[in-house]
């Protein structure tokens, strides 16, 4: 096969494979006596790994099993990658009884692959992860292809590990600490970096595949382990080790709220010089994580996730991106227009804020793994603009200037003229309602939110707010350009601070207030996590900025009709002093080198912990269920799915109204009634709960 002008993969979509009739999922073709397996899952724009899939392969290795090629290659004709990992819907409604059976079943089928007598080859590009990276260790090698290469084991991150011979397979191929690690983390392994963790043996351009497979076949190297890896695999080894990763996963996944982290250490550390124990336990294990409510509910999140981004699917049309003020918020909202694509014109008064968003744009370049060459492709589309004069040409154009009215306000007379028919004029604003901003304009009919949150290449949520004079054309455009940048749009109704920050302020103002009473700031901060925030309220304020949370609470006060406690006033003297927490270096908390300097303060008692809980939590459940009633959202699900994703609110609980059902909706609404009785009115009840079953 050549490649010519064309790549590789675009002749595998053109390409008719004479063989592959009796294959849904596989194409095969046969050259030189190498038999090539193009993966390319029926129905699917990506390739996963399900039952069928792999009862396929087994089809295969029996139709070759009395006259085996000279190799085995296995490659995908997709563009986006090898594959993205087990389907995951196929576990859902499994027990752990059928979820083991069907992991035994897949082990055969790899098992069988592994042993085959001759050399077998893995070409992989794109994603290879979970099941499609334990499909490609099966292979006796794998290639690489440059590009945008990735490989790991995501499974954790859904409260199980790999459950397909990834366990004991990945130890067996690289540094066992490296292959921890990547479990453990879930974090991937990108181009050149799989080479040099000894994940591909190889790594090629994609126009030298054939010449690389042909040349591994004829080697037929030995492959075996470094003396280092036997070394490192030992048990004493395994042993020292294995207490230092429990800490490690603990500081980040406590193991009451999350076990898979301790079941993976578990398993190596008992059988990780015994590969058929190994594999026994690893299906044992696999299938019991999969029946936790923590792994039922992770599972949940990725659907959530899902979903969300099912509802950008389609083209905006939006190719130029103008940002007007290029501060923290528009700079990065600028820089990561950039990263995915968009040509994007950044304005600002001060030309060293449009340079530092621009140093901070190759700054997520690295952070993302892009090479030189991509790199200056991003910068060659951040383009300055200190005469605004993308305005003209901009399909898109974002507002990121601070929240005052009269000065957005300005800015949209300033500029309305100067927009082309088909444009969308956005604004970022977090607080201000978009129907005061709206009527500022002749064609309020373009005019949507657009609200990132910070840090932008971090916070995967953006709210795409609506009002009564938005079109509806605009406002389709606007969730689908939000995933052509990929974000996950959560749509909401203009309502004061939205959803999120709507429900967020209540639980941070409240921590304030147990500030106020004497509660130490590492005592809240404490009780959030052990829930399982990832970050207590008190050092999430100082993160954010006081004064944004004091900005934000006010508009809050004054526009909403209920019972929202004002700030104390020691609060106000601390802005105006400039503790503003980690950007000036002191909030609540002093910091330093990016982290909060916290001292050790003794236990609370059990019941004050949960009393400490409560006061935290069901503020912000009262809010959500306050906006559902409003129909600022209008879906329970986007709702779990924004507060997850844009505040971290605990993951393994599904998100706050799942937690709120699986709590007991009438056992939520009798304790806010008692913290009502006890700390005010603040704690009523919203009427919205009697709608939620």
């Known amino acids: 096969m050549t490649t010519n002008s064309a790549t590789l993969l675009e002749q ?48 295969i290795l029996d139709s070759i099993a009395d006259q085996l090629p000279k190799a085995l290659v296995l490659q995908s004709s997709k563009a986006g990658g090898f594959c993205a990992g087990a389907d995951i819907e196929q576990f859902v409604d499994y027990s752990a009884d059928e979820a083991a059976e069907m992991l035994q079943e897949g082990h055969g089928v790899l098992d069988r692959l592994e042993s085959l007598s001759i050399p077998t080859v893995a070409v992989v590009h794109g994603h290879c992860l979970g099941g499609g990276l334990e499909l490609a260790l099966a292979c006796q090698y794998r290639i690489g292809v440059h590009g945008s290469l990735q490989m790991g084991f ?55 595949v054939h010449r690389a497979v042909f040349a591994l076949v004829q080697k037929r190297r030995k492959r075996s382990r470094s003396l280092l890896n036997k070394a490192l695999n030992l048990s004493p080894v395994r042993r020292l080790a294995a207490n230092k990763m429990r800490s490690q996963a603990a500081a980040k996944a406590p193991p009451k709220h999350y076990p898979a982290p301790n079941a993976l250490i578990d398993l190596w550390l008992e059988h990780g010089d015994d590969r058929e124990a190994m594999q026994k336990a690893e299906v044992e294990s696999f299938a019991r994580l999969l029946a936790t409510d923590t792994s039922k509910n992770l599972v949940r999140v ?6 969300l981004k099912n509802q950008a699917r389609k083209d905006s049309g939006i190719r130029h991106v103008h940002v007007i003020g290029a501060g923290a918020m528009g700079g990065d909202i600028a820089g990561w227009c950039a990263l995915n694509g ?21 700054k997520l370049c690295r952070s993302k793994h892009k090479s030189n060459s991509e790199t200056r492709e991003v910068l060659d589309r951040l383009i300055p603009d200190l005469s605004g004069r993308g305005i003209a040409q901009a399909d898109l154009v974002i507002e990121a200037v601070p929240e005052e009215l009269d000065l957005k306000a300005k800015i949209y007379q300033s500029i309305e003229p100067q927009l082309k028919d088909s444009a969308i004029l956005a604004s970022n604003t977090s607080s201000i309602p978009l129907e005061k901003l709206a009527g500022k304009l002749k064609l309020p009919e373009r005019f949507v939110g657009i609200h990132f949150f910070n840090p932008v290449a971090q916070m995967m949520v953006v709210e795409v707010v609506s009002h009564d004079k938005a079109s509806a054309d605009s406002l389709v455009r606007a969730v689908n350009f939000t995933g052509q940048i990929g974000k996950l749009p959560v749509k909401v109704s203009s309502y004061p601070g ?18 106020h009473e004497g509660v130490k700031k590492e005592q809240i901060d404490k009780v959030a996590t052990d829930f ?13 900025g006081l004064d944004v949370c004091a900005h934000v609470a006010e508009v809050l006060i004054d526009a909403l009709d209920n019972s929202m406690p004002d700030a104390p006033d020691w609060l106000t003297e601390k802005i105006e002093q400039g503790q503003l927490g980690r950007k000036s270096g002191q909030g609540f908390y002093q910091w330093k080198n990016g982290k909060a300097v916290k001292e050790d303060v003794e236990s609370l008692t059990a019941d004050t912990q949960k009393e400490i809980t409560d006061r935290l939590l069901l503020p912000m459940l009262n809010a ?54 006890n700390h005010g ?13």
């Not at 690690?181 to 351009?205: I, N």
């Open 342 to 362: 968009c040509q994007v014109t950044l304005s600002d008064l001060n030309p060293n804020t449009i340079a530092t968003a621009i140093k901070n744009a190759e």
């Open 498 to 515: 939205f959803l999120v920050n709507r429900a967020l302020t209540p639980y941070l103002l409240e921590a304030i207030l147990l500030l």
């Open 302 to 307: 990725f659907f959530l996730q899902q979903t």
């Open 532 to 544: 399982g925030m990832p970050m207590g309220p008190v050092e999430l304020a100082d993160q954010v």
């Open 154 to 208: 995501p499974e954790i991150r859904l409260g199980l590990h790999p459950g397909l011979g990834g366990t004991f397979r990945l130890i067996e191929l690289i540094n066992p600490l490296t292959a921890m690690t990547m479990m453990l983390t879930g974090s991937p392994a990108h181009g050149r970096r799989c080479k040099s963790q000894g994940l591909v043996d190889q790594m090629v351009e994609e126009r030298h």
């Open 12 to 59: 595998l979509h053109r390409q008719e494979f004479e063989d592959s009739s009796d294959y849904e999922h596989w194409h095969t073709q046969t050259e030189d006596d190498v038999l090539w397996l193009y993966l390319d899952k029926k129905a699917s724009s990506t390739n996963t790994l399900d039952a069928s899939v792999l009862t396929e392969l087994d089809q």
């Open 624 to 677: 959500c269920v306050e906006c559902y009633r409003e129909q600022v959202v209008t879906d329970l699900d986007h709702l779990d799915g924004a507060m997850i994703f844009a505040t971290g609110f605990a993951p393994f609980t599904g998100g706050p109204m799942h937690y709120a059902r699986a709590r007991g909706v009438d056992s939520i609404v009798e304790r806010l009634e008692e913290l009502q009785k």
């Open 681 to 693: 009115d603040r704690f009523a009840p919203d009427p919205g709960w009697k709608t939620i079953e």
